[in-house]
């Protein structure tokens, strides 16, 4: 009830103008930038972990609609105008895209060559390195036809397939903060628990982004740690480690070091983000429920939001007004 409520509110404020209207009167001009992860086709999205995919007819339709209604921005646009205390005109947007998937180089870059936007690609580097599936995609092959029984996972029991959803969610609580061997070690206990089918590679590896840089050079590379562990948990020298190795495997695959970096999960503690100012990036990008980018914010602290199914919500909370709108008139966000 309260998630179609608060659906309802916010196709009366896109259709009715008021979103506009509110964002020219209160001037809230500045740039939002959007999260992408997974665009497969049906084979291959059903080994992703589902909020990490977006099917590729519904990412065209946002392409479509930012093509005619937005203005898309290079990451490095932006932070340009940052520096020189510019603000984007209202409406500007920037494409992001999380985890190195081999689908954003066989079905997004292709989707954005063919309606000219820029883009930004943040790998973690041993991910690629292994050609490895992320460890929420290996959560869920794993969990996609359970058979019925009980399974113990460090110690813990779950009957399956009642409990299927109990033990995901135990698993992502466990592995989200974990040191990359625990998370290993865990999944090789998970899988030896339930044998599942083998899952086909999701992800790329460095001759793959060589061609994406090759054939689409408006999809820029940025780093996602090595491991894609959590700077907020693991800071001090374990953040500079996975900082600085993955700006100099970028640099060593591909020839030039990555200027921007995204905090894995969109976590990171003060600590971490001085560790990111000093190995060399230009730019750093943590999750925010305040999105919009504006003259001021910290280039390190750079806010994003995941992009959102719905083109009508898409174009809410790409104009201006979100969620600054939904807040004067509820309080909160929505």
Do not use: K
């Not at 898309?72 to 205390?85: F, W, Y």
């Not at 990359?180 to 089918?197: D, H, K, S, Y």
């Not at 959590?230 to 996975?242: P, S």
């Not at 390190?300 to 959102?308: D, K, T």
Request: a neutral charge; aromatic letters at 8%.
């Amino acid at each position: 009830m309260r998630a179609a409520l608060r659906s309802g509110l916010e196709g009366l404020l896109h259709y009715s103008g008021a979103a506009g209207l509110y964002a020219r009167l209160r001037s809230l001009a500045g740039a939002t930038i959007l999260m992408y992860h997974s665009v497969a086709r049906p084979a291959e999205a059903a080994w992703i972990d589902p909020p990490n995919r977006m099917a590729p007819e519904r990412f065209e339709a946002h392409l479509r609609y930012l093509r005619r209604h937005r203005r898309v921005l290079s990451l490095g646009e932006v932070v340009e105008r940052l520096r020189n205390g510019q603000c984007c005109p209202r409406g500007s947007v920037v494409l992001t895209f999380d985890d190195g998937y081999r689908d954003n180089l066989h079905v997004a870059a292709e989707l954005l060559a063919r309606y000219d936007l820029p883009a930004t690609l943040y790998l973690p580097t041993a991910y690629i390195d292994r050609g490895e599936n992320h460890w929420a995609d290996m959560v869920h092959a794993a969990l996609r036809n359970v058979r019925p029984g009980n399974v113990t996972i460090a110690g813990t029991t779950f009957d399956l397939p009642r409990e299927t959803e109990a033990l995901r969610s135990w698993l992502h609580a466990d592995l989200l903060p974990a040191t990359a061997e625990a998370r290993r070690q865990r999944l090789i206990e998970l899988v030896a628990a339930l044998q599942p089918e083998a899952p086909p590679r999701l992800t790329m590896n460095w001759d793959e982004v060589r061609e994406l840089v090759g054939a689409f050079p408006r999809f820029e590379i940025g780093a996602h740690t090595v491991e894609h562990i959590d700077l907020r948990t693991h800071d001090g020298a374990a953040a500079t480690f996975e900082l600085e190795h993955a700006r100099r495997r970028i640099a060593e695959e591909l020839g030039t070091a990555p200027r921007h970096m995204s905090y894995p999960y969109g976590r990171a503690s003060a600590d971490s983000i001085d560790r990111v100012r000093r190995a060399g990036y230009e730019s750093a990008l943590i999750s925010s429920d305040l999105p919009l980018v504006q003259p001021g914010v910290d280039c390190f602290v750079l806010p994003r939001i995941a992009a959102p199914e719905a083109v009508s919500r898409l174009a809410l909370w790409t104009g201006g007004g979100h969620p600054y709108l939904q807040r004067a008139l509820l309080g909160r966000s929505g």
